[in-house]
């Protein structure tokens, strides 16, 4: 590791489990300051544990998270850098809110117990609704919107928080192709504003076209790479299927790690390797 | 006809059953729309062992049940986080316990039970000046506390997970959230029972929430809800000369069945009802 620490969010033999069940696995990634992640894999593969172990919401069994060089189980103030959007199933779109109160529980951490929102905060809220073409329906109660804008609502929120790490969660699902163009859009601004992304994603397609690195995870196996070296036909094979392995790039050049090829699977990391989509 | 406002003990009641009728209302929306309705229930249920545990001690007995009760609440919320036992099941196992910690209490007394029938079902009637006062105190110390963690509590309510990830310490206002049900259902004892007490918390939130999409309102509503099935039921009770706590609770059914009947939330209609409404209904049958 550098002196001067270059990573935003570091695991390192991470291993979780929930009971019995072992959701990760031996799981080390690094992710740069800046840089753009797409996790991908099967369902059931890790994904969105992964970015709750990050975000502090599960604790590992074994190994460490660090995100911006601080512990995952002392956060403190970083954790008001982070910016979280879940997936859109676990939103109850019931609850009688509306648009603006949603993206101002972004702000909540920093607000603090026992103050009101500031002017300050509803501008920042205003703001983040801007952003993804939201600032009209503010007044909104959130039923009354669309999937697809609901989702925007939570990464308005999650903007709210003017996060440094933004950690996404399927945030294409149940969306049009229209809403999840400009989505990506959207994420692709961040990233160029310097914003650190990690996104979980079905889409290994759409992944490719717009991140710096991909994680392929299937509970243990996390090969991690360059789109173009990553998605593989092998590799994409082996993620979804059962295969194990474990590649990651914690120095350039990539390393394998492990022996825990099985099934004749084998991962090529060649720079000369066409990208496939997953389930071809 | 409002000259039986002249009695004191008339006079108590009314106090008493407004103040419940208020307090309830404002707990019941966060137990309906964080789906508390079982945790509320098993609550009120343990607090029986805390009751009888407080006639075997000779303390006051709604000291002694808000004790029980807290510890109740506290202990299903440790449970119901940490456990790998599933949460309803832990519940389950709390208030049945509970209960029968108070039957065998009760056993130990012989006779002297008549007023533990009252807890049960509510005896407004008997609220004494003491009792009157500890629950405008309890109230009061319910209704600052909900004002002072308004944003907070809608938060864990809506998005307990999101909560925790901007640093709200959302283990310690779900706690926080169930002392005060706890304390609601303990003030809440002489007037409705502890049978019914969980119905006149939901009820007039799942009423409220029937009518309206925005928190402030649903809480104004379920205030207004509450405190009507309060009067309402204490008034019917008196001059039909039939049970008071049931008769509220009766009166707060009438009001959920009319809300829904004039309900704009139709989009609701094709979606499963929510875990509050069905709650409700069970709670009101």
């Not at chain 1, 695991?11 to 991908?40: C, K, M, P, W, Y």
């Not at chain 1, 009209?136 to 959130?142: G, K, M, P, S, T």
């Not at chain 2, 407080?54 to 004790?67: D, E, P």
Request: with cysteine; charged share 15%.
């Amino acid at each position: 590791m550098a002196a001067n620490d270059p990573w935003a969010v570091e695991l390192e033999n991470v291993t979780v489990a929930f009971g019995r069940t072992v959701a990760l696995q031996d799981v080390s990634l690094h992710v740069r300051r800046g840089e753009f992640v797409g996790i991908v894999g099967p369902n059931g593969s890790g994904k969105t544990t992964l970015l709750r172990t990050v975000l502090g919401l599960v604790r590992p069994v074994r190994g460490e998270v660090r995100v911006l060089g601080t512990p995952v189980d002392r956060l403190g103030a970083v954790r008001q850098r982070l910016g979280y959007v879940p997936q859109l199933a676990s939103i109850d779109p019931r609850f009688p809110v509306h648009v603006l109160d949603v993206v101002l529980m972004g702000r909540y951490g920093q607000i603090g117990l026992f103050h009101r929102p500031s002017a300050a905060d509803r501008r920042a809220a205003q703001a983040a609704l801007a952003r993804v073409g939201m600032a009209d329906l503010a007044e909104r109660q959130i039923g009354q919107l669309s999937g697809g804008q609901r989702q925007r609502v939570l990464i308005a929120r999650a903007l709210a928080v003017e996060p440094q790490i933004l950690l996404l969660d399927e945030p294409a699902t149940g969306v049009d192709p229209v809403t999840s163009s400009s989505l990506y859009e959207l994420l692709n601004q961040l990233h160029e504003e310097g914003i650190t992304i990690m996104m979980v994603s079905h889409d290994v397609g759409v992944v490719s076209q717009y991140v710096d690195q991909v994680a392929c995870l299937n509970c243990r196996l996390v090969v991690h790479g360059r789109p173009e070296e990553v998605l593989t036909t092998e590799v994409v094979e082996g993620c979804y299927g059962c295969g194990t392995m474990f590649l990651t790039h914690g120095a350039l050049p990539h390393i394998m790690v492990g022996s825990h090829r099985k099934k004749g699977l084998t991962a090529r990391v060649s720079p000369a390797a066409q990208h496939k989509p997953a389930g071809e | 006809m409002f000259d039986i406002l002249s009695y004191t003990f008339m006079q108590r009641a009314l106090l008493a059953s407004t103040l419940i009728g208020a307090i309830c209302a404002i707990i019941g929306v966060y137990v309906v729309l964080k789906s508390l309705a079982f945790i509320g229930s098993g609550i009120a249920h343990a607090s029986f062992g805390g009751v009888a545990l407080g006639y075997l001690l000779g303390w006051n007995l709604i000291f002694s049940a808000a004790v029980f009760s807290l510890l109740t609440a506290l202990g299903i919320g440790a449970v119901s986080r940490r456990s790998q036992v599933r949460e309803d099941t832990a519940i389950g196992i709390f208030f049945a316990t509970s209960m029968a910690l108070g039957i065998v209490l009760i056993g130990l007394l012989q006779g002297y039970n008549v007023d533990l029938f009252g807890f049960l079902f509510g005896s407004v009637l008997a609220v004494s000046q003491q009792d009157l006062w500890l629950s405008v105190g309890m109230g009061l110390l319910v209704l600052l506390t909900v004002g002072l963690f308004y944003k907070e509590f809608l938060f864990i309510s809506f998005d307990a997970e999101m909560a925790q990830v901007v640093g709200l310490p959302a283990a310690a206002l779900y706690y926080l959230l169930l002392a005060l049900i706890a304390l609601t259902v303990v003030i809440s004892l002489k007037v409705v029972g502890i049978i019914l007490v969980e119905a006149l918390i939901v009820t007039p939130a799942a009423a409220a929430y029937q009518l309206t999409d925005d928190l402030g309102r649903m809480m104004g509503a379920s205030v207004a809800i509450g405190i009507l099935s309060a009067v309402v039921g204490l008034f019917l009770s008196y001059w039909l000369n039939i049970a008071s706590g049931a008769t509220i609770v009766l009166t707060a059914a009438l009001l959920f069945g009319l809300a829904t009947a004039l309900s704009p939330r139709r989009r609701a209609v094709a979606e499963a009802p929510a875990e509050g409404e069905e709650a409700a209904q069970g709670a009101a049958e």
